[in-house]
């Protein structure tokens, strides 16, 4: 008591554990707010901004980045969210953080192809349908649909869908939805194996993977077997790669190359190529991995010919034929500019690779066996212009299947800019991060002139992929309503009938029960736009109506025309038509005695032809 009262005793010590976590809290939130962390989250939150307006977004032959919603300028806000993320990554690659590089590497991703699972209200491009038709046949009947379409002689990836969406419930069309988020999510992951198996640093990787996702504004992403056969033959090339030091994993490819090729026509061959290429020179093992590939493919092909034969197995032997694309009509000045930024991310990619190439070679004063790797992952695809024009679409897919090994060797030198130091891997000494060069001045000094100029082409040719991937994005996006029409056409329909549209583009054959009208007629939802003399009319008189009415009117099939307001779009985007004229022909259907008007609203027309006989 005596003691307490002459303050002998001394306060208690406070417990130092709470501050200690203080200090732990505080250095975490320290390491939070980083400037790219904090770019990319600001990036994300302009996205949101963005997002409701992308959605409500007025349509303009220019694309989605040109568009704006009521009050807000979206397409502007839009590409800003992307370019933010773009700085982010740039920025944590400069400052040799994977872990930031990779968050910004994600909502770069994220920003640049959420829109198509978000802003449209379907499944974006009237060609996917054509996939989901045969998906739900397989759903329903649990057998292949023969003899109706090609796809039945390659139908992996339809029977893998079809599988998934059985087991788990989830409804194909929601499956297509999310399916180019989730298909270049993979892809980002598997362009990082590949550039890990071909030696480059975890950082350096990244950038690759970056690189890759910057340059594919194909548009192959939607639910299609282009899509995951491309996504399966990067995983393929990957296991390659190991295979010079394991071959079995060269082994392993075997079975992946077959699921390939029982579901893709053009993949397997453009891998054959690769693996023959690579074998003779000691790359793959076994080295005679080629010929196991070249006997499956051939395999399979005879066992399909008569599937494929009416569609022609070479288009001649003339590689600048083949390499024009099947486009038809007098184009806009949107599709122009889209157009320039699609053979500007092309050149870019491809001559950044090739100067790559030549430096790497000038350095070693030889072709070392990694440069000689990546060439061929990256130009041997122009092979294929050889002898096929595969529908118009072959220069599209020479461009997809360099789109790895061209990041292959652009990765380092992009890294290296921004980063002023040495590239790691095998085109250069050892990572410039790693401890042990901390006292080199040359990783010391960091000269920014070069991480500026990198940004800089980063950020524009980001800008350049966004306007060729959504140039076209109100051409090719499917509204609810004209998707409900074309779904109760087929429903109710009885086959035979013929559903014609003034524009190749739009819903068609998303049901099983395109099977039975296809079954008689395998064009019987044609587009006009093939018809001799059709494409270009003005409909300024009627004379082109009538001839229509007349030629159809002795028809033992009832006759349908589908208009919508995409297919307007799509003929002013691509210069189909001239301006007005879809609104002109529609008008004419609509007031012409021989005709009956099934839907009228102002986005859909349906017209069938009344039965004179």
């Given amino acids: 008591m005596t003691a307490l009262q002459s303050g002998a005793v ?45 959605a409500d977004a007025v349509p303009t032959q220019n694309g989605l980045l040109f568009s704006s919603a009521p009050g807000l300028p979206a397409g502007a806000v839009f590409v800003g969210a992307v370019l933010l993320a773009v700085l982010a990554f740039c920025l944590a690659v400069r400052r040799r953080n994977p872990l930031e590089a990779s968050v910004a590497l994600l909502v770069y991703i994220a920003c640049f192809r959420l829109p198509v699972a978000l802003a449209a209200p379907e499944p974006i491009y009237g060609w996917t349908y054509k996939h989901l038709g045969v998906v739900d046949y397989i759903e329903r009947h649990g057998t292949l649909l023969q003899g109706i379409d090609i796809y ?48 480059l640093a975890p950082l350096t990787a990244l950038v690759g993977a970056f690189v890759a996702e910057t340059a594919n504004w194909i548009g ?60 003779l020179t000691r790359q793959v093992r076994p080295r005679y991995l080629g010929l196991v590939f070249a006997l499956i493919a051939g395999g399979y092909l005879a066992a399909n010919y008569d599937a494929v034969a009416s569609f022609g197995l070479l288009s001649g032997f003339d590689p600048v034929a083949n390499a024009h694309s099947g486009f038809a009509g007098s184009g806009s000045l949107g599709q122009t500019l889209t157009a320039l930024a699609a053979r500007a991310s092309a050149i870019a990619l491809w001559g950044g690779a090739a100067l790559a190439a030549v430096l790497a070679i000038v350095r070693a004063k030889r072709m070392r066996a990694p440069t000689w790797i990546a060439l061929v992952l990256a130009f041997s695809s122009f092979a294929l212009l050889a002898g096929q024009n595969y529908g118009g679409e072959a220069i599209y897919r020479v461009f997809l299947y360099s789109i790895p090994g061209c990041a ?16 790691a891997g095998p085109f250069g000494p050892a990572n410039p991060a790693n401890p042990a060069n901390a006292g080199d001045p040359a990783v010391r000094r960091r000269p920014r002139h070069g991480a500026v100029a990198a940004t800089l082409v980063a950020l524009l040719l980001s800008a350049a992929s966004l306007q060729a991937y959504y140039g076209a994005w109100f051409s090719n996006l499917i509204r609810s309503d004209s998707l409900a029409v074309a779904e109760s056409l087929l429903r109710t329909g009885k086959a035979p009938a013929l559903i014609l549209s003034i524009a190749p583009v739009g ?45 159809l009117a002795d028809s033992d099939r009832p006759i349908y025309v589908f208009v919508t307001s995409q297919m307007a779009d799509y003929s002013d ?41």
């Fill in 10 to 54: 001394a306060p208690p010590t406070p417990d130092p554990a709470p501050a200690g976590r203080a200090g732990r809290t505080g250095r975490s939130v320290r390491r939070l707010m980083t400037a790219p962390l904090l770019l990319s989250l600001l990036a994300a939150l302009v996205f949101a901004v963005a997002l409701p307006g992308l």
């Fill in 152 to 199: 039945s002689g390659w139908p992996g990836v339809f029977a893998a869908i079809a599988w998934f969406g059985t087991v788990t419930g989830v409804p194909v069309v929601v499956i297509a939805q999310w399916f180019s988020l989730g298909i270049h999510l993979a892809l980002a992951v598997a362009v990082f194996a590949l550039c890990r198996a071909f030696g």
């Fill in 220 to 279: 192959q992403d939607y639910l299609s077997p282009q899509a995951l056969t491309y996504l399966l033959a990067v995983i393929l090339l990957t296991l390659l790669l190991r295979s010079r030091e394991r071959p079995v994993f060269g082994w392993l490819s075997v079975p992946l190359f077959a699921a390939i090729t029982v579901s893709h026509q053009l993949t397997p061959y453009w891998l054959i190529g690769i693996t023959l290429a690579l074998g």
């Fill in 408 to 423: 292959l060797l652009v990765a380092p030198l992009v890294e290296r800019a921004l980063s002023a130091g040495r590239p």
């Fill in 507 to 551: 819903p068609s054959r998303m049901l099983a029960e395109y099977a039975d009208f296809a079954a008689i007629d395998g064009q019987y939802d044609a587009s006009m736009t093939s018809w001799s003399g059709w494409l270009g009319q003005g409909f300024e008189t009627t004379d082109a109506t009538d001839r229509l009415t007349t030629d």
């Fill in 573 to 613: 985007y691509y210069g189909l038509y001239p301006a007005g004229a879809v609104d002109r022909f529609t008008a004419q259907l609509a007031a012409n005695p021989g005709w009956t008007t099934l839907v009228d609203t102002p986005t859909v027309h349906l017209f069938t032809l009344k039965d004179r006989r």
